[in-house]
């Protein structure tokens, strides 16, 4: 049986103050802030051969983002800020990308980053006080802090269908998308899965492909993006007054730069109800539907019924055929990450687009010429899609082994479900941080990250200002902490509808609650009356247990 011994503690291991691994939003920052500002030596590393974590990943046909730009963004700088111009207000992938790849040229950060290298375990060292951390080509460092900016939703999910690997044709997990794209054009094409990815893939390739088959499991509410450019007076506004614009992001519930509404939906009428749903339905964005026109949405079952009468009596407008209007219509909550798309439930009215109905009758095999489903009906394909989603929250820190105090592994910690501090670091794991891990404020990520990492940087400068070698959350906080997390998240309905959000698209993975409903400000409260506090939540030069 694998345990901590099988990572050796190797005397010539390179030291480093630090180790970073990953390059999207958090873990570049993190370079940036332990690097740049405060002069410590770090070593940096990714899986891939660039920066830009999930949008190097996910480069699939239709991949864009669907929060405001001006706020999926970094604030740190005002004059990055101000330089760099986004075309719209839910950027395109190659954007952001572009985006991310400024901003590692600007700041000079590629220069501690090994790209291509997968890390394949780390191991506290209680006598040396670091973290010994080897990598696939075999390499030992020691670094006294371990930053993990992992991702939220990187961990892939393919479903273990029989027959997978003996299709003939190609077949991509969507984020997993070969750099130089697929040809799609006069193809038979399969996608699995219709959550925020498929939506976007089915409505983007959709003109191009000779005939698109859609296998739906669960349908999912989803309503109009409306693409628009910024308005020129907004970004004037945002520049004119930065610091308040982004203290009031990070003010806010969900960080995405939104209007949040305090109105519950009973306090209006059926009438009154439609009309708000009609004005944001032709404002756009599955965000601002979600909590932009009433508070209760995601907490009350009339409310949610509310919202959602109102999308399936669009769909049923949109759908001319009625059988497909009603498998389109979710039997379920509106209580999923919300969707938007750009035109999918039009797709179905398309001659080459049809849905298949997953539920009815599941994948049984995939075949060397295509999908066979339960019915024994065969459906021949040329390209197999998988926007089959990812093993949220906990996946991808579990993907090679962690060893903390006595040799504890992170699996067997988050064996029954994780346990985390205010997503930023567990007990029984000295020095190590994560960035957006379990128990994240429910938010736009980039403003999340980088209040993150801030908090991160100023605690490790309190271990470096104290003299400190260890410096650990507290087993009672951090019990505590989930115990409020559990409570919060039980007045949602979020607790009762299965997604990711809480581990129930991953065959066998603990049913759990893994997210902070207290939201942005209550995670900034919290991190900032840690701070002001002289950090009360953490052991410092905590003694092993078994000592
Ligand atoms: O993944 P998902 P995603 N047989 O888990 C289906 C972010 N994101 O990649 O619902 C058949 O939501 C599964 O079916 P079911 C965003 O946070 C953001 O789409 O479990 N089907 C579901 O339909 C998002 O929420 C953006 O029944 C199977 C789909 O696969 C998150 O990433 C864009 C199956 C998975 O949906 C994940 O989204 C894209 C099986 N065995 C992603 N297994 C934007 O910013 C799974 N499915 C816009």
């Known amino acids: 049986m694998a345990d901590s011994s099988d990572i050796a503690f190797d005397p010539d291991a390179t030291q480093v103050d630090a180790v970073v691994i990953g390059a999207g939003f958090g873990g570049l920052y993190s370079v940036h802030k332990l690097r740049n500002e405060m002069g410590l030596t770090v070593q940096a590393f990714d899986t891939a051969t660039g920066v830009g974590g999930t949008w190097y990943w996910n480069r699939y046909p239709g991949a864009r983002s669907d929060t405001e730009v001006t706020a999926y963004c970094y604030s740190f700088d005002k004059d990055l800020f101000n330089e760099w111009n986004w075309t719209q207000r839910y950027p395109l ?179 009154e109800q439609e009309e708000a749903f009609e004005k944001q339905w032709n404002s756009g964005g599955g965000f601002q539907f979600m909590l932009g026109v009433y508070a209760d949405v995601v907490a009350d079952r009339d409310a949610n019924k509310a919202a959602t009468d109102f999308i399936a009596r669009k769909i049923r407008e949109i759908v001319k055929d009625p059988e497909t209007a009603r498998l389109l219509t979710p039997d379920e909550l509106y209580a999923k990450r919300p969707l938007c798309d750009d035109g999918y439930y039009a797709i179905f009215n398309r001659d080459n687009v049809e849905l298949v109905d997953v539920k009815a009758h599941a994948i049984a095999e995939i075949t060397p010429r295509g999908i066979k489903t339960a019915d024994g009906v065969e459906r021949e394909f040329d390209v197999i899609i998988l926007a089959t989603g990812f093993d949220a929250f906990t996946g991808n820190y579990l993907k090679f082994p962690q060893y903390g105090r006595d040799g504890v592994s992170l699996a067997d910690k988050w064996a029954e479900r994780p346990l985390a501090w205010e997503s930023i670091t567990a007990a029984g794991f000295p020095n190590w941080f994560m960035i957006f891990g379990p128990f994240p404020p429910f938010t736009n990520q980039p403003p999340a990250h980088e209040f993150q990492v801030n908090y991160i940087a100023a605690l490790i400068k309190h271990a470096i200002d104290t003299g400190a070698k260890s410096i650990e959350v507290k087993g009672d906080v951090e019990l505590s902490f989930v115990e409020t997390c559990d409570e919060l998240y039980n007045t949602t309905l979020f607790a009762v509808t299965d997604s990711w959000i809480n581990g129930t698209n991953i065959p066998g993975k603990p049913r759990a609650c893994m997210v902070n409903v207290a939201g942005m400000r209550g995670h900034v409260a919290a991190l900032r009356q840690s701070e002001a506090d002289g950090y009360p939540e953490f052991i410092v030069d905590g003694a092993s247990v078994n000592a």
Do not use: C, M
């Open 93 to 271: 992938q190659p954007e952001i990308l572009a985006y991310l790849n400024h901003v590692a040229d600007r700041y000079d950060l590629r220069r501690s980053y090994q790209f291509e290298t997968t890390i394949t375990g780390t191991r506290w060292n209680e006598e040396t006080g670091r973290w010994e951390v080897v990598t696939g080509d075999g390499r030992h460092y020691a670094a006294r802090f371990l930053v993990e900016g992992v991702g939220l939703l990187s961990s892939t999910n393919v479903p273990d269908f029989p027959g997978l690997s003996s299709f003939a044709g190609e077949s991509y997990h969507t984020a997993r998308w070969p750099k130089d794209g697929v040809d799609l054009k006069g193809k038979r094409v399969a996608l699995i899965g219709t959550g925020s990815t498929g939506v976007q893939v089915a409505v983007s390739i959709a003109p191009e492909v000779e005939h698109l088959s859609v296998f739906q499991r669960h349908a999912q509410w989803t309503v109009p993006a409306q693409h628009r450019p910024i308005a020129p007076d907004f970004l004037d506004f945002i520049k004119a007054n930065y610091d308040e614009y982004w203290e009031s992001v990070r003010q806010s519930a969900s960080a995405f730069g939104i209007h949040e509404s305090d109105q519950l939906a009973a306090s209006a009428t059926p009438e």
